[in-house]
């Protein structure tokens, strides 16, 4: 290294050093220790004993309630992440037309997406009550007796799948980018060809827009995984009613805060983490096979 | 220049955000003052919110004006988060140097470590003698030959009637149920059904409060034995309990059901649909539901926001067979987080504000029952003619003298074993299991967790 490079190597990590301090500090340092405490019976006042895998073992042997957070959270993020693509998808294809003031449309539909969740959850609680809600009120209109939705331990979790659903446009702009990217010449090529409407999106449009189907697949997943606010304030932190809404990081919230039991806590936090890391992991191998690059 | 300009603007708005977050600037003027007089600055961490925070407020500014040495600076922090918010910072070495919370997380942070023992503040001090204060109320601080805090207020449940439904039920509006059986009657009779949805409920027992807990010992129970275990399990009034509430809600089954029964999956849409608690949507104010079990501060929330209501408030109806009780719970109190920078000013502040005023006045704490129509953990306190002056409070206050009063065991677990019963009663309501192994598998899951506790920390009572 000459003297310039590592003057240059220095200035860069001088440059970088807030962020590194910060990151060891208050990220790397957390995730270590959670780790450590997982193994503790700990409850942050306290300093920490360790325990062993007794953390896990109660988990996997004595907590039906961990099984039953674990269920909710998989079947919420089985339905609401395919959903969520599918109804992003077909909201860019719509919004990728050649119509007057496709700006304005654009942005209606974004819109949602920067509701602070706090408030539009409260929004949707009014929206899905049984009695008075909007949705319940039209279909009473039309002679229908709606569900109980939230209310109700068989619709409770399908409410959410379907507010969920409400979000999608932040997927949405990045598949409008997607499609803004995929080349005329392509289609053009299938126009000679003959091809119909339904070919071309078939063909052309989905197997271009597949490396922004795997990102926006894995941030879903990721974030639905972790789907905790929404049920914190809808239903005032209980996952009510019988356990329905009980979703996995509502679960180690109410281990940690409610009864300190942080190393409780902290062992299902690694335990999600193993979780996400795996699906993760399995779509990356899995794109291989369905994800096609530009020139490849 | 053009590069200058830059610059100018870029320091100029470094220098306005500088100004706005500085610390000096955030405070306001009596603080700013209290600070350059050389005060020390106490922090206190208040548990309650709205009207009964600013009512602290209030009182606190007093104390502040009354002092040359000590200053009170107050945050509502609010019940929901408090917990959370105080062992972040305790953990962190950062306490408030005071802090007001729920009796139940009390005995749980009591049992951690987390708060200061105050017996030797109060010594010999004849405000703070156990005889002045309500049994409960004392045992719900008193915790292991240690005085953790000092009760502010405590709530008494009654049962609270909504006349004019009576009177369209035709049933006597003066007259309230008494017994168990006429509670089953009357809220039959009051309650209204269109088809499968219900216009109007007579009676939930877990509406607005879910009180399993506290019901299991209207019936006679208990939750734990002397070693400090829980025994819902074994305990035939819990069970008793459990059923009487799943009583309420029909089994799609069988064909016997009580006629006051409801379709449980109408009773979750009602009860989730109803307006928020504290406003005019409430469901008791509007006419929703008839009768409900609820405590004294009724008196001041019912004018403020349903002034029109005719409403009754008697005795809880007794179960056959027992001896008639009444729930006194929680306690808010009054305490010294360990770690607090400033234990002795702290103090300072709290016997100024439990102990009567200069000429024999009322104490700043019973102005504040007083304010907030709560109930004031000192007998001699509630006795004021300021509280019993008024007939529906009187009965919140006769109560508490005639009957025995039942409370919640200051176990370090309580809020785990009472959110246990909680989440059972309802998976009990929906038939997911039945009130016996709702009940034994509480007990399991809170002894395993006690089990689990106690060998690292000496929790024996």
Redesign the interface.
Known sequence: MTRHERRDLRNGLLFASPYIAGFLLFTLYPVVASLYYSFC?Y????PP?WIGWENYYALFF?DPQFWKSLYNTLYFTAFSVPLGLVFSIGLAMLLNQKVRGMSVYRTVFFLPTIVPIVASSVLWLWVL?????LINGMLRQIGI?GP?W????HWSKPSLILMSLWGVGGAMVIFLAGLAEVPQTLYEAADIDGASRWMKFRHVTVPMLTPTILFNLVMGLINSLQYFTQVYVMTG?KG????STMFYPLYLYRNS?????MGYASAMAWLLFLVILAATLALLVSSKRWVHYHGE | MKTFLIWMAVICCGAVVFAALWPRQAVGGAERRALAEGRTIIQYWDRHQGHEHDMRLVLIDEFNRSQDKIYIRALSVGFNSIMEKLLTAIAGSAPPDLCSLESTMLAQLASQGCLMPLEGFMASNPEFAQDNYFPHAWESVAIDGHVWGIPTTTDVYCLLWNKNAFRIAGLDPERPPRTFDELQQYAEKLTIRDGDTLEQVGFIPWQPWDMTGMWGLIFGGRLCDEKGNAVCGNEPALVKTMEWQQSFAADPNSANNPPYAMDPEAMSSFTRSLGAYMSANNPFYSGKVAMMAEGEWQVTFIPKYAPNLDWGVAPLPTPEGVEPMVMGWPCVVDCIPRGSRHPNEAWAYIKWFYSSRPGGGPSPASDYCYAIHNICPRKKDVLQERFTSNPKFKVFVDVLFDRKVVSLPSMPLIQFYTDELERQRERVVFRKTTPKAALMETQQKVNAELERQRRFVDLSP
């Open positions: 019976q409850n942050v006042v306290r004993a004595d009550n049984p009695e008075s809600g007796e109980g939230i209310a109700s331990e932190g009510t009613p019988v356990d805060f409610y009864y300190l039991r």
